[in-house]
């Protein structure tokens, strides 16, 4: 598909330029026409259940061929901040560093549970240490927008043996994902588009 084409799926950038946030964009015809028909069939009886839990299923499979997982180790949950408090829960009480600048909702779940450290997006890297656990970041900053450098992370990660859970709700998609990086935690919300 041409970016062109992508673009004529958005009724409204037909006479409107998108410049905000993603939180509340233009929704494409596609995913509009299938909304209205879900809600259709919901207020008139005719819902299938059976579809709904398909579909999961079938986003589930298609995400994970689209990051080069495998399908079992995919999980759907409803939101980052679920993700993230559900890996919390599963790791034993340590010390989480996560990015100052980051979203809360790749912060509030680790504290819950954990010593979190916050530290300059910039000296993530630094803030590690034998006592880390976890490094908690997002591959796309909320401030500015900058990418951060996975593959130097993990090898930061690598070198004291921490875990690394990647948030790429902003970028997967619009930017290529490297495979080589390995997370151990991986997490991307739907986009509303």
């Known amino acids: 598909m ?9 009724p409204a950038l037909r006479s409107t330029v998108w410049l905000d946030t993603p939180g509340s964009p233009p929704g494409a015809g596609p995913v509009v026409d299938a909304l209205r028909d879900t809600m259709s069939a919901w207020s008139s009886g ?9 579909a999961a ?3 589930r499979q298609l995400f994970a061929r689209f990051i080069g997982a495998e399908p079992g180790t995919v999980s759907a949950v409803g939101s980052l901040a679920e993700a993230a408090a559900t890996v919390a829960g599963s790791l034993p009480r340590g010390r989480v560093v ?32 034998e006592d880390t656990a976890l490094l908690a970041v997002s591959e796309v900053t909320t401030k500015d927008g900058r990418r951060r ?3 130097a992370l993990r090898a930061a990660t690598d ?11 902003q970028s997967l998609g619009a930017l290529r994902f490297d495979p080589l990086i390995r997370p151990d935690y991986l997490a991307s919300t739907p986009r509303r588009t």
Do not use: Q
Request: charged share 35%; net charge negative; proline share 4%.
């Open 149 to 151: 450098d996975l593959r």
């Open 159 to 169: 070198a004291v043996g921490a875990r690394l859970f990647v948030n790429l709700t």
């Open 2 to 10: 041409t970016p062109e084409e992508f673009r004529d799926l958005f």
């Open 57 to 59: 299923e079938d986003a």
């Open 98 to 129: 996560v990015a100052e600048d980051d979203f809360r909702s790749n912060l509030f779940p680790w504290l819950a549970r954990h010593d979190v450290v916050a530290a300059p997006g910039d000296r993530l890297a630094d803030a590690l240490d």
């Open 46 to 54: 005719e819902f299938d259940w059976r579809m709904w839990d398909s």
